[in-house]
T-cell receptor
Framework: GAGVSQSPRYKVAKRGQDVALRCDPI?????LFWYQQALGQGPEFLTY????????KSGLPSDRFFAERPEGSVSTLKIQRTQQEDSAVYLC????????????FGSGTRLTVV | AQSVAQPEDQVNVAEGNPLTVKCTYS??????LFWYVQYPNRGLQFLLK??????LVKGSYGFEAEFNKSQTSFHLKKPSALVSDSALYFC???????????FGTGTRLLVSP
């Protein structure tokens, strides 16, 4: 597609439930990033892939968060045993380049944990 | 550690007037600096970036930003604001050695008719 596609757009999860958020980057883009944007805050880095390799996962807030990109295209961010503080918009971005400039962001998935 | 500060939560300006949205940064080494705009329920849209070269950077939709190394600032400007410019604006920085962006907390721009 022409842009970065994320699904679902909205997700309501009961506390303790596992969720999976999907990101379809722009075809051919090498780099893929996940960010978390809490209400009223700027996005915060979670993790970064170059092709299928996860090169930086320093921003993942706990071991309940897990991301993968097994074939170097589609990526999934999984959150296990969701908690209320996980409520946020999760943004995916991709870039044609190894370096980070040239990001294109998706519209995000808004996760609400009740 | 890198950080970006946007000191104003909201900026109000009348349509047709010039606007400025402030940003200061703290980055080791040469900074890559960015401005993004976010409309409701939309992702971040790239406006402009500073990598190197001229301190005045021109971007999309008539926006420009001035890089000031001595003041570690990268303020966003537009000579004549439009009502449709009303949105949430984020300044971001990236160290040349890393891939990730560090964002400010955002400034809401409200342009009144």
């Amino acid at each position: 597609g022409a842009g970065v596609s994320q699904s679902p757009r909205y997700k309501v999860a009961k506390r303790g439930q596992d969720v999976a958020l999907r990101c379809d980057p722009i075809s051919g883009h090498v780099s893929l990033f996940w960010y978390q944007q809490a209400l009223g805050q700027g996005p915060e880095f979670l993790t970064y892939f170059q092709n299928e390799a996860q090169l930086d996962k320093s921003g993942l807030p706990s071991d309940r968060f897990f991301a993968e990109r097994p074939e170097g295209s589609v990526s999934t961010l999984k959150i296990q045993r969701t908690q209320q503080e996980d409520s946020a918009v999760y943004l995916c971005a991709s870039s044609l380049f190894r370096l980070g400039y040239g990001y294109t962001f998706g519209s995000g998935t808004r996760l609400t944990v009740v | 550690a890198q950080s970006v500060a946007q000191p104003e939560d909201q900026v109000n300006v009348a349509e047709g007037n010039p606007l400025t949205v402030k940003c200061t940064y703290s980055v080791s080494g040469n900074p890559y600096l960015f401005w993004y705009v976010q409309y409701p329920n939309r992702g971040l849209q790239f406006l402009l970036k500073y990598i190197t070269g001229d301190n005045l950077v021109k971007g999309s939709y008539g926006f420009e930003a001035e890089f000031n190394k001595s003041q570690t600032s990268f303020h966003l400007k537009k000579p004549s604001a439009l009502v449709s410019d009303s949105a949430l604006y984020f300044c971001a920085a990236m160290n040349t050695g890393f891939q990730k962006l560090v964002f400010g907390t955002g400034t809401r721009l409200l342009v009144s008719p």
